[in-house]
């Protein structure tokens, strides 16, 4: 069954380059209507953007820093979870630009706001205004500063102290040793630096326990519960499902009318043969073509569910069988190329196609070669250009279906 909208589509391609059969499109008007065109694109993906600018999103509703307090820290133990709020706690108190995007209060659509998470941005603020508590922050940042140091030096001393070790069981002469600090030297060294660490390790862990008894951080501890986490989880899957589906409506409500505009006005300049406004609306109709196609494609990418995806390769992992996926899609993208290919050479660039090219420039309708006006046969192939038509008994062009007198196969 012949593919109806193909002529359509072949017809629309074929008014890209010129003004009219006997108009062709000079360099300097294809340049401008090239930058028409980049211009058009440019202000359609723009446009794009500042529409959804205002949608709401899944992170509008549950904020990237209610995910990852409640949500991503589900399997933490109660340390784990301490670690990640106090690293949220900085976040808050330096970095404004996270503060900013992440912060519910400063979000494009507070309203929307889930009050669990709601709930963690209140008590967050609390933190914030706890200037006893970032004090601690500050004692456990030099503490952890200290002990790396620490720690850094008696790396560094176990390594020297090895090597002289070894020099002495190698009875190397003290003048040919690469240290010049003796073992016993070495050892004392390493011998503080081991207490100073005990004592390092004392005050952080009794800092830590100050933390820990800070109120506005217990409350923060006791809210993140397993059920927090779950209610969570559930609410979000449902807004990342549903929201592709309301994104690509939103996106297609702004382009499809215009593609429709614009395809009635290019078959008005068609039927009125106006060259010049044939030719921008052929266009024009490929331009805004190009986004419904690329957002499409990305809506339907973002629809498939991600989770049946992931799986199916932990499927294919447990049974040892990943590299049949691999297999797959090596296969498919053979696949997809012979498809695109066959599109292209019988339906786009078709043998066809080519013959009536040929036949326009006046070039042989075999070879290609340019022909001089009255040569019936090719002087470079030898091949006859005509043919006597069946009806009419005139000559005809040999490759082309219908007669050039009487238009008749």
């Known amino acids: 069954m012949k593919f109806s909208l193909l002529p359509r589509i072949q017809s629309v391609f074929s008014r890209l380059r010129s003004i009219n059969a006997n108009e062709p499109l000079s360099g300097l008007s294809l340049v401008i209507i090239i930058f028409l065109d980049i211009f058009v694109l440019t202000a359609l993906f723009q446009g794009l953007s500042d529409q959804t600018a205002s949608f709401t999103t899944p992170s509008d509703v549950i904020p990237y820093n209610c995910q990852a307090i409640a949500i991503d820290t589900a ?49 967050f603020d609390k933190i914030r205004t706890d200037t006893g508590f970032y004090q601690l922050l500050d004692t456990r940042d030099q503490i952890n500063n200290r002990r790396f140091s620490v720690q850094s030096t008696i790396s560094s001393l176990n390594g020297s102290y090895d090597t002289v070790l070894l020099e002495k069981i190698a009875n190397q002469p003290k003048t040919d040793s690469i240290s010049p600090t ?70 297609l409500l702004f382009l499809v009318p215009l593609f429709l505009v614009v395809w009635f006005w290019n078959n008005h300049s068609v039927r009125r043969r106006n060259g010049a406004q044939t030719l921008v609306s052929s266009h024009l109709l490929v331009v805004i073509f190009i986004p419904i196609f690329w957002k499409i494609c ?38 997809v190329t012979l498809g695109v290919i ?31 006006d009255g040569d019936i046969f090719c002087p470079f ?19 082309l279906p219908l007669c050039r007198k009487c238009g008749k196969e």
């Open 75 to 123: 399997n933490y133990d109660k340390s784990q979870k301490i670690d990640q709020i106090l690293s949220q706690a900085r976040n808050y108190q330096y970095d404004t630009y996270t503060s900013y995007k992440y912060t519910p209060s400063a979000g494009r659509h507070p309203e929307y706001l889930d009050p669990d998470c709601l709930k963690i941005e209140n008590l």
């Open 182 to 251: 003796s073992a016993g030297s070495i050892k004392q060294d390493l011998q503080k630096q081991t207490e100073e660490l005990g004592r390092i390790l004392e005050e952080e862990k009794a800092n830590m326990a100050l933390i820990e008894q800070n109120v506005n951080l217990q409350g923060i501890v006791a809210f993140l519960t397993p059920e927090l986490a779950n209610n969570l989880r559930s609410t979000l899957a449902r807004l990342e499902f549903y929201y592709p589906l309301k994104r690509l409506g939103v996106e």
């Open 298 to 335: 990305e809506g339907i990418f973002e629809i498939i569910p991600k989770q049946l995806l992931q799986a199916l390769m932990q499927w294919l992992q447990d049974l040892q069988i990943l590299m049949f996926w691999y297999y797959f899609l090596i296969l498919l993208a053979i696949g």
């Open 342 to 372: 066959y599109f292209l050479q019988k339906k786009i660039f078709s043998r066809e196609r080519l013959i009536e090219k040929r036949i326009e420039r006046g070039e042989c309708q075999f070879c290609g070669k340019r022909l001089k």
């Open 381 to 399: 192939c030898g091949e006859n250009q005509f043919r006597k038509c069946t009806k009419c008994k005139e000559e005809t062009y040999r490759e």
